[in-house]
């Protein structure tokens, strides 16, 4: 660009390119993060909070932790922990199969279908769990004999509800039946997530139907299946604690039992917190990887896992490449590869 001035003409020099700058110049350049000190401060008042609240954990003696250390692998306390295991185990198959069909009804032509999984999951998810636990557990007070016939005609065996339908299998009945509701939901929510066009491509191409749903549309809608129903079965694996009304030996009833011959109520808590969390900590592991999985159509480079990162940080610590000089050496390398890549003449 030249300018005219009272001297003559001026000519402003043209500004040398980022990628002709010389690598060692690039190199060189020294990263100067920017400065945060609210947010210095606000994590400096969290670490003060979190040490004033471990201090407490450490120095009270109310929280009792011998008590905590007799009880905690105790005998009676792990076999109540294998019955929540159970029950969630359970209830989650029983719960996803039965929410699958459901979801299926709703997603129907029929307006018969569509109306009945309407109102199952309008009903199962208006009832709080505790009062169809209890029902369910009751239900030999309706229903004494259990029949198989033809429908309003003879019957050609009968058995009685309560050896049928036991503490145990009412209770994973009731898990189960709730559980689909949601369940029901989160798989159509998941289904109608993909987009309508891969369907009539797949149909345009002669694909079956039900190679459309196994092979085309089910994997990309576990993308947004799989975070819901983590959820739900971390929900109802907690959840388990409310069959403490139907005197079942699950983790919750059982600590309530030894609180209450003991009179230690605080640390026999921190027992069922504890292992509370962490199984929740690892199905959430479980989740993270699975979720991984099925991201592999959307994602050609996932990140690396949080195990990686750490092994990488340590990496970096001993051979003392900080986080600003390995970016600035990730940016001296990509601007000495861009005058190759962008030359006349030069690979694409």
Do not use: C
Not at 8 to 19: F, S, Y
Not at 60 to 86: C, K, Y
Not at 110 to 139: G, T
Not at 164 to 176: D, F, K, R, S
Request: aromatic letters at 12%.
């Amino acid at each position: 660009m030249t300018v005219t001035t009272a001297t003559g003409p001026l000519v402003k020099p043209a500004a040398r390119p980022a990628a002709a700058l010389d690598l060692g110049e690039l190199a060189g350049l020294r990263t100067v993060p920017a400065r945060h000190p609210w947010r210095w401060a606000a994590g400096l008042a969290a670490l003060v909070v979190l040490a004033q609240f471990a201090h407490g954990l450490a120095t009270n003696p109310g929280w009792d932790w011998a008590t905590f250390r007799l009880f905690f692998s105790a005998d009676t306390i792990l076999r109540a922990v294998g019955r929540t295991l159970e029950l969630t185990f359970y209830g989650t198959v029983l719960g996803f199969l039965l929410g699958a069909v459901v979801a299926a009804m709703r997603l129907s032509r029929s307006a018969v279908l569509q109306s009945i999984a309407w109102a199952y999951v309008w009903a199962f998810r208006s009832i709080p769990l505790i009062v169809q636990l209890v029902f369910w557990f009751n239900l030999s007070y309706l229903y004494k004999r259990f029949g198989v016939g033809i429908p309003f005609g003879p019957t050609f065996a009968d058995f009685e509800t309560v050896g049928v339908l036991g503490a145990i299998g009412a209770a994973v009945l009731g898990l189960g039946l709730h559980q689909a509701a949601f369940a029901a939901e989160i798989i159509r929510g998941g289904i109608i997530s993909v987009d309508a066009g891969q369907r009539e491509a797949a149909a345009a191409l002669g694909v079956p139907r039900w190679r459309q749903a196994w092979r085309i549309v089910l994997p990309q809608a576990m993308r947004g299946i799989l975070p819901a129903a983590a959820n739900e079965v971390i929900s109802l694996f907690k959840g388990t604690s409310v069959v403490y009304v139907m005197a079942i030996g699950e983790l919750f009833y059982q600590v309530q039992v030894v609180y209450g011959r003991t009179g230690r109520v605080v640390p026999l808590l921190m027992v069922a917190t504890v292992w509370y969390v962490l199984l929740t900590t690892v199905l959430s592991i479980g989740q993270y990887y699975v979720e991984r999985y099925f991201a592999r159509g959307a994602e050609r480079t996932p990140p690396p896992t949080p195990l990686r990162r750490a092994l990488a940080f340590v990496r970096g610590l001993r051979t003392g490449r900080g986080p600003a000089r390995t970016a600035a050496r990730t940016a001296a390398r990509t601007a000495a590869r861009a005058p190759a890549d962008k030359a006349p003449g030069g690979r694409s």
